[in-house]
Structure formats: C-alpha cells, structure tokens
C-alpha cells in the first residue's frame, strides 16, 4: 500500500499544477465575486455597508463563487479516466478525498486574497477587520470544502452536475453560513470589529469541519465503488 | 503453477440486461487469455471487473490469489489495466503524467525517474515526453497509455486493444513492453483475432446477450 500522505501529496500536486497551468477555475470565481460585488454597489445604491447586510453580502457571494470551483473538482478525473487510475493504484481512496478538499481550499483562499480587499474597498470604512475576519473565511472554506468535495464527487457522474451540485450543496451548508455570517456580522458593525459571540460561532464553525470532514473521510471510498 | 484467474459462473447484469452469462474460466499465472466477442458482447466488463472497478452481480471471481470484490484492496497495484480510454490527464504532460502514477504506486526518487526514462524510450517518445497530453496524437497517448500500464511491473496486464490507433512501428514497440512472459498473466481483448492467437494459451469466445464459450 502506498502511505496515504504520499497519496494525498501527489494528487493535490497534480490538481494543483493543472490549474495553475489551464486557469479553469480560479479566474471564473474570482471574477464572479468581483462582478457580483459591483452589482450590490449599484443594486443597493449604497457605498457603505456593516453588520448583518455586509456579512450576508460577502458570505453570499463567496459561497456562490465557491460553487463554480465546486462544479470543476473532478471533472478531469471522470473525464480523463482519473477516477479508474486512482482505483487501480494501491492506495487509500481518502486520500482522493483529502487532496481534492485540501485543493478547493487553495482555491478559495486564493480567491478570497482577492476578492475580500476588492469588498473592503468597495464597502468597508476601515481594513480593521480583515485580519479577523480571515480567520472566520478559513474555517467556513474548511467546510465548505469538505462538502463540496463530498457532493461535488457523487455530481460529477450525472450530466446535469452543474444543476445538482447547488441543489444539494445549498441545503447542507445552511449550518456553515449561519455560523459564517454569525462570526462576521459584529466584525463588519459599525465603528470597527466587535467580538459578541464571536467565539460561539467560531466553535460552530469548527464543529461542523469536523463533522464533514469525519463524515467525508468515513463515506468515500464507498462513493467511488460502480 | 498457481490461478492467477479463477472465474466460476461470473455475471454481470446491467439492470435487465445481461452483459455476461456465467463464465467460467481459468488462467494460470504466465499464461494468456484471449477475449473474442462482436461489439457489446461483454469484453471490457470482463476486463474491468478483473480490474477490480466493477463489481460481479454473481458467481465467484478470484484475482491472484484475492476473492473480488471483498479482497480487492489485495490485488490493486498489482494489475495493469489498458482500456479504450488512456487514464491520463490531457493538461499534465506524458512525462508528469507517469510521475503521477509512479507516486501512487509508490514509485519514487532516482529509480521511478530510470523507469519512466526507460518505458518512454521503449516507445520512442522521450521527444515529445514533456509535451502535454492534450497536443499529442491519439497513437502518441496510447503509447503513453501502455507506459502507464506497465509502470509499476504488474504480474496482471489487461489489454482491451492494445494496438488501437496505432501504426506498424508502434504495434511494435508496444508489443515489446506487453509481450508474454512468464512471470505476468495477461487478458487480451482484441477484434483481430490472428493477431493474438498464436500468443495465447486459451481464448474465451463472448456472444451477445452474455453467452459464452471457452477454447
């Protein structure tokens, strides 16, 4: 058996470099999260916003670009057969499951060094609460991710995945973004970053990574059986 | 010399309909199997359920020594599978490509790179080795295809048309890396049935509809 760390280097290492080298995924999200950004400007005619609009605003538009990235985690693998090559090497299937999560989490960070100055630009008084507000957007990726691998994996076989994998994403990651919008909300309030129950939501968040990443690397490999 | 195949009333339905109607067959290891049948007739589910990427709906399937499907994390690593598609990504080169799979076999270091270097001069590719998938021709990958196949030395090849868009020189080449030998048990699928015939101790005739004759 190959050790599983091996495993999940390779993989990551592949997608890794076949996304740097084609852009399939990154520039569309990107670009969606700054376009959906300027029509909030303009849709809501308002150069200022906090609290509970602010957070809803940037957690709802991240989600939405998250999901394109989604839609894309294994298409080169059913496409290009990657799936039956991974199959027939003697490794832990989790480890397709690790590197595939560990790879959108990538995306997302990297998009979200992108899109989130382009919000406080467009929307924030002060840069004052993007240092916590990073570390809100991390632990809502790692779930994020951990579900997104997990429905983008079962999708990918059906031809309207581009349909399916919002349609069963949305309702599971209602949890995730009450947390997220629930950690954000007093970092966006007006006069600065506030903290009230910002540590509550931080451990919800964490708890629903765990659970999906436990649930992800407990149903896996029964996901890529015929 | 011990089975490396063992096959005893296998089926395969799809829904209603039957792919395969209870095989029974035997190989033993070094020997090779040649798997004849019109279109449709069952020859890549055989295949991929020796491969263990697909399950039997009955009879019992045995792989080197491993019951399939409960023991196949046994007998993965060892198979060489070369199917109709050529399991390779099209963004990555050919050379990456085989690097990719060298990790999961647990292929490493100086001695992945000596094997990867050999198999792509074995067919004549080490010019176009870091050209990416996508800008080769269909022989070129299928070349590429059957370096991915025997990378990791497997004791079993599966060969679903080996010599598929291939030309004389590279039928050659590839039947080279993929010819018998005695340590490796091979199933060949082909639509040119002289090609082979020569080359393997048994053949295994499928009809539609999953009937079956064994020579």
């Known amino acids: 058996m190959t050790p599983s760390r091996a495993a999940f280097a390779a993989i990551l290492a592949k997608d890794l470099r076949a996304e740097l080298r084609t852009l399939q995924s990154l520039p569309a999200m990107a670009l969606f999260a700054v376009t959906t950004f300027v029509i909030f400007r303009f849709g809501l005619d308002r150069t200022q916003l906090s609290g509970s609009l602010a957070a809803g605003v940037l957690w709802a538009t991240l989600l939405f670009a998250a999901i394109l990235g989604i839609n894309r985690l294994f298409v080169a693998e059913r496409e290009e057969g990657g799936f039956d090559a991974i199959r027939l090497a003697p490794i832990d299937r989790s480890a397709l499951f690790a590197a595939k999560a560990a790879a959108l989490v990538v995306y997302l960070v990297a998009v979200e060094l992108v899109v989130v100055p382009v919000f406080a630009l467009f929307f924030l008084d002060s840069a004052g609460a993007l240092p916590p507000l990073a570390l809100v957007l991390l632990l809502a990726d790692l779930g994020l991710a951990a579900t997104g691998t997990l429905i983008s994996s079962m999708a990918v076989n059906s031809r309207a995945r581009d349909l399916l994998t919002p349609l069963v994403l949305l309702p599971l990651v209602v949890p995730l973004s009450i947390a997220a919008t629930g950690a954000l909300e007093p970092l966006l309030a007006v006069g600065g970053p506030g903290y009230n129950r910002f540590g509550t939501w931080l451990a919800v968040l964490g708890l629903y990574d765990l659970i999906f990443l436990l649930v992800g690397y407990a149903v896996f490999d029964f996901l890529l059986e015929d | ?215």
């Not at chain 2, 190989?27 to 020796?50: C, D, F, H, M, Y």
């Not at chain 2, 598609?85 to 490509?97: C, F, V």
């Not at chain 2, 993929?178 to 393997?200: K, N, Q, W």
Request: glycine share 12%; net charge neutral; proline share 4%.
């Open chain 2, 1 to 215: 010399m011990t089975e490396a195949i063992e096959l005893r009333g296998l089926r395969r339905d799809y829904g209603e309909r039957p792919a395969l109607g209870g095989v029974d067959v035997s190989l033993r290891q070094g020997e090779s199997l040649l798997v004849l049948g019109p279109n449709g007739a069952g020859k890549t589910t055989l295949l991929r359920i020796l491969a263990t990427l697909l399950r039997p709906s009955s009879g019992e399937v045995r792989v080197l020594g491993a019951q399939l499907p409960a023991e196949a994390w046994k007998v993965r690593g060892r198979i060489g599978l070369l199917g109709h598609e050529p399991l390779l990504y099209r963004d990555l080169s050919g050379r990456e490509n085989l690097r990719f799979q060298a990790r999961l076999h647990g292929l490493r270091g100086e001695a992945a790179e000596a094997r990867i270097s050999d198999l792509l001069a074995a067919v004549e590719m080490e010019r176009r080795a870091d050209d990416r998938v996508t800008e080769l021709s269909a022989g070129m990958r299928q070349r590429l295809a059957v370096c991915r196949c025997v990378l990791h030395e497997p004791e079993l090849l599966l060969l679903d048309e080996p010599d598929s868009n291939l030309d004389a020189s590279g039928r050659a080449l590839v039947g080279e890396l993929i010819g018998s030998r005695s340590d490796r048990t091979r199933v060949l699928v082909s639509h040119d049935p002289e090609r082979y015939r020569g080359d393997a101790d048994r053949t295994l005739e499928l009809g539609p509809g999953g009937r079956v004759a064994v020579a």
